[in-house]
């Protein structure tokens, strides 16, 4: 029997024990990444540059990038890392960081999800009192409650985790994930471990039932604009946003509302690195490709176009 006190390390699950394969695990990884850098350095580089993206919508999008950042690069290197040097090894602490880290930028991602939702309504429901409502003060402090949300939740579940004894030391996973954590601890965690699920269903389907009753709203007032463009115009502003969140609570439900199983699968692998990795790659791409500004911001940046001007309005100044 291993107490707490006396780990000092995990062993995290490795893909392959063939150093072939963990090369390649290794590639694929590290082309992942470096896309999903890139992908989110050129947002928030685009934002941050062009004037004309300085605006409540893109203002939360840069936070959005900026958590995708932290949330691969959280996961992806160690991975990389232990391939590379064929070992599976993380430290206590790096094992504490990691799930810290994980689900504060996980939860301040799906908050800060919910506050964009909140953000197309007021733009598309309520035009004239935008400037008014969505005003710099309030999206600060909504981004900052975003940010707050995910660094409570993060304290909360890490400590409740870590503040448990464990009688083994190997993770059935490539990265330190709190249900395979609690697989191996000695403490009797039924109640500790219904209480996190509630808490977790509860915020979330909280939150994911405001989106869906915001978008409703959304909906009813786009199908009441008289134009086709104008309707097009609307749904072009939603259907990034939409398109992120499902992705973020189906990945989710995916990988935490199976059935569990004592043994680790390939199918539990798949669905890891699904819910980790794939969200912050895609992000980025989903929002460049359906959003006329963005894709403006970056060929002026990058001097693809030489025009300065931006010929594409918004429901907002």
Not at 193 to 221: A, H, R, W
Not at 265 to 293: E, Q, T
């Amino acid at each position: 029997m291993v107490n707490q006190t006396s780990v000092s390390e995990f062993i995290l699950l490795g893909f392959s024990d063939i150093r072939e394969l963990q090369i390649l695990h290794f590639i694929i990884f590290l082309v992942l990444y470096l896309a999903s850098l890139m992908g989110n350095l050129l947002i928030i580089s685009a934002v941050a540059s062009d004037h004309h993206l300085h605006r409540p919508m893109y203002f939360f999008m840069l936070n959005l990038a900026i958590q995708d950042l932290g949330q691969v690069s959280v996961i992806v290197p160690k991975s990389m890392a232990n391939s590379l040097l064929n070992t599976r090894q993380i430290s206590y602490s790096g094992c504490v960081a990691q799930v810290f880290f994980l689900l504060f930028f996980v939860a301040s991602d799906f908050a800060l999800l919910t506050v964009m939702a909140h953000d197309r309504y007021v733009a598309i429901c309520n035009p004239l009192r935008y400037e008014t409502i969505m005003n710099k003060i309030a999206c600060m402090k909504m981004v900052a409650s975003a940010w707050i949300s995910g660094l409570v939740y993060g304290i909360v579940h890490t400590s409740s985790t870590f503040a448990n004894s464990f009688c083994s030391n190997v993770v059935d996973q490539f990265f330190c994930e709190i249900p395979q954590l609690l697989k191996i601890s000695c403490t009797d965690l039924y109640l500790v471990e219904v209480g996190v699920l509630v808490l977790s269903v509860s915020i979330v389907l909280s939150c994911f039932i405001f989106i869906i009753v915001t978008y409703v709203q959304i909906f009813t007032t786009v199908l009441r604009i008289p134009s086709v463009q104008g309707r097009q115009k609307a749904f072009s502003t939603c259907l990034p946003h939409l398109i992120v969140v499902s992705m973020f609570v189906f990945t989710g439900i995916f990988a935490y509302l199976r059935l569990p199983t004592n043994s680790q699968s390939d199918l539990d692998l798949a669905f890891a690195v699904i819910y980790s990795v794939v969200p912050p790659l895609m992000n980025p791409l989903i929002y460049s490709l359906r959003n006329k500004d963005i894709k403006v911001a970056l060929w002026k940046m990058l001097n693809l176009k030489g025009s300065s001007k931006n010929p594409f309005s918004e429901f907002h100044p």
